[in-house]
């Protein structure tokens, strides 16, 4: 059986990555996380898009070291947000320090326990400013998961991160998204947290462009 835990932030990326392995393997689940994020309200959005995929069961994991740790805007209240495009030469103020690594080490320990051999994270092109969204550190990752793995040492199988968005543009996935029929009108990205999105943060200005350009605003 064709099984997987997929990263669900609540977000247009992860939201399509939910419904292409819903349609690409047979059993899914979904793994979403509260880290102290100042847009918390994106789990909101997660559990919806859950039921709504029909997932086989959905988690939400805390990761509460992360309210200790000060200088991401994400995370510290003291930082504020910035307006307008990413930087292209300098990780952004928004990253949090190795939040995928963390993250992915977490569905990992969940995949190990349940025997499910694929993890899917939706990391895309555009996300390279973030130094753990690089494809370099998903096959590092990977490699980590699978050493260190009892099902993957027991089975000799390897433990897989599945993540199909990694040469493509956030218009690429908006466009996979519209195919699959995702109702992006459920999913949430603003690095406020604010209801409506306040339209001005680097992800509102990219979620709006991509939307846009594939006719969906």
Not at 146 to 171: D, E, H, N, V, W
Request: net charge neutral.
């Amino acid at each position: 059986m064709k099984r997987a835990i997929v990263l669900l932030s609540g977000g247009m990326d992860s939201a399509t990555l939910l419904w292409l392995c819903r349609k690409e393997l047979e059993e899914v689940y979904a793994l979403s996380f509260d880290y102290g994020q100042r847009h918390r309200v994106e789990l909101k959005y997660a559990r919806e898009l859950a039921k709504l995929a029909g997932v086989k069961g959905h988690i939400v994991a805390e990761v509460p070291h992360y309210r200790l740790i000060k200088g991401s805007a994400l995370i510290d209240s003291s930082v504020e947000v910035p307006k307008g495009e990413y930087p292209r030469e300098e990780v952004p103020i928004t990253n949090v320090p190795l939040r995928n690594l963390v993250f992915l080490a977490i569905a990992g320990s969940f995949a190990d326990s349940m025997g499910i051999e694929h993890v899917a994270i939706g990391v895309h092109a555009l996300d390279t400013p973030y130094p753990d969204c690089r494809p370099e550190f998903i096959s590092a990752m990977e490699c980590a998961l699978t050493t260190g793995s009892a099902y993957s040492t027991k089975t000799k199988r390897r433990m897989q991160i599945y993540a199909p968005f990694l040469g493509m543009t956030k218009t690429d996935i908006a466009k996979l998204g519209r195919e699959l029929g995702v109702p992006f009108d459920k999913t949430y990205s603003c690095y406020m947290g604010t209801e409506p999105p306040c339209g001005e943060c680097p992800t509102c200005i990219q979620r709006e462009e991509a939307l846009r350009a594939v006719g969906l605003l």
